[in-house]
């Protein structure tokens, strides 16, 4: 145990890494197929993939805590992240967004990390996020912020660009 961390062995790390970016990568997947087709069976295989993602993840958090970037690496622990937006239960979001601000506190998780976990479940609870993160896809536009007032400085202090770009950029890529 490090600094009252749990540590995780090398090779442990390193496959606890492999397998949650392989998991990210099946989810785009499941995710460009759907897109591709909208089926019901391709829907469901979607599903199906986030739900087992999600069950893989909660058994490593349950394991190891939140796989952080100084225990996997940051490809490993953004993939960790991704499952967790992905996941359909908003309750174990909740418990691994408190586990991320922790981490992120103690300098071991990127800090735009907890500011995408902390937005998503502000949003799914029905509350104002704070780094405006969420984007209606019906509207196109950032779902309810908190102080939209200092919003692009809540983004600056946890390295997000102002929301106008980020906006710019989804306008661009869309």
């Known amino acids: ?19 949650l ?6 989810d785009h997947r499941a995710t460009g197929e759907a897109h591709r087709s909208p089926t019901p ?22 394991r190891h805590a939140w796989p952080t970037a100084d225990q996997v690496g940051a490809p490993a622990s953004t993939a960790a992240l991704m499952i967790l937006l992905h996941a359909p239960d908003l309750a174990f979001q909740v418990v691994c967004r408190d586990l991320i601000a922790q981490a992120v506190a103690d300098g ?3 800090a735009p990390h907890h500011a995408y976990i902390a937005d998503h479940c502000a949003v799914e609870l029905g509350q104002p ?26 983004r600056r202090d946890v390295g997000l660009a102002p929301l106008a770009e980020q906006m710019r950029s989804l306008r661009l890529s869309g």
């Open 1 to 19: 145990m490090r600094e009252g961390h749990p540590t995780v062995l090398p090779a442990l790390a390193t496959a606890l890494a492999r397998e």
């Open 41 to 62: 069976a391709a829907r469901h295989r979607l599903a199906k993939c986030r739900a087992g993602n999600a069950d893989a993840l909660r058994a490593i958090v349950r």
């Open 21 to 26: 970016v392989r998991r990210v990568d099946e």
């Open 108 to 110: 071991r998780c990127p």
């Open 129 to 154: 996020q704070f780094y405006g993160t969420r984007i209606d896809p019906v509207t196109c536009c950032p779902y309810p912020v908190r102080r939209p007032e200092t919003l692009d400085e809540r």
